[in-house]
């Protein structure tokens, strides 16, 4: 986490200075909005669709929504067999700075969040009552574990737009993710944390240390301007 502060200061220091030459506050209402469905994704095994709205000129807040499956990408798969379901998103900041009519660079930021439920066997003893007597016996007991993680991004982007109402982006950038809760019996969140190698990857296989690791992607998606 150390190892994250400057990066996160750099990022702050930037979107501050960006927002205090830009962002204006007597007008706070939805002037555009942009619908993306994050193409990218399919190579981990994932459908992401990215909802931002404009709140000035150049400035947007949105949410990202992920169904996807880890076992995609191996997560956990020292300690659970699969997943039940992993849903992912996050609530971001987006910048626009436009170097033509129908280009724009863009800066986004913000927070990421994971929730998913994976399930496993185990052979335990298991009691149970005979004439009235506990006994055990040796079977497979069904385990399913709830984990859940958070974490931060910074992304930069190039956007084309096509036409008045299509455009594209592509992006790349930094993610941080770590798990902080887990209902797991048999396993500590350290253990899952050393098991598992945190990497979406979208286009690459992760191998940054500790849970920053790279994000690339590309977005097409419809747009509405002010």
Not at 66 to 72: M, S
Not at 133 to 161: K, M
């Amino acid at each position: 986490m150390k190892k994250l502060i400057p990066l996160l200061a750099l990022c702050l220091l930037l979107v501050s200075s960006v927002s205090a030459q830009y962002f204006n506050t007597d007008s706070l209402k939805v002037r555009y909005w942009e619908l993306g469905w994050v193409g990218s994704d399919l190579l981990i095994g994932a459908l992401s669709i990215d909802l931002a709205m404009g709140i000035t000129d150049n400035q947007a807040i949105g949410l990202r929504s992920t169904i996807t499956n880890d076992y995609f990408n191996n997560y956990y798969s020292n300690f659970y067999q699969g997943a039940n379901y992993v849903y992912r998103g996050g609530l971001f900041h987006k910048i626009y700075l436009s170097s033509s009519r129908n280009r724009k660079f863009t800066f986004r930021h913000g927070l990421r969040y994971s929730i998913s439920e994976y399930y496993s066997q185990s052979e335990e003893w298991i009691e149970f009552n005979r004439f009235g007597n506990t006994q055990y016996r040796l079977g497979t007991v069904d385990i399913e574990d709830l984990n859940v993680e958070l974490g931060y991004e910074f992304i930069v982007g190039l956007q084309q737009r096509t036409n008045s109402l299509f455009f594209l982006e592509y992006y790349a950038g930094l993610k941080y993710m770590e798990l902080v809760s887990t209902n797991s019996s048999l396993y500590s969140i350290q253990e899952l944390k050393a098991g598992n190698n945190y990497s979406e990857g979208y286009f690459f296989t992760n191998n940054y240390p500790e849970n920053l690791s790279l994000v690339v992607g590309l977005v097409i998606g419809l747009q509405r301007q002010p």
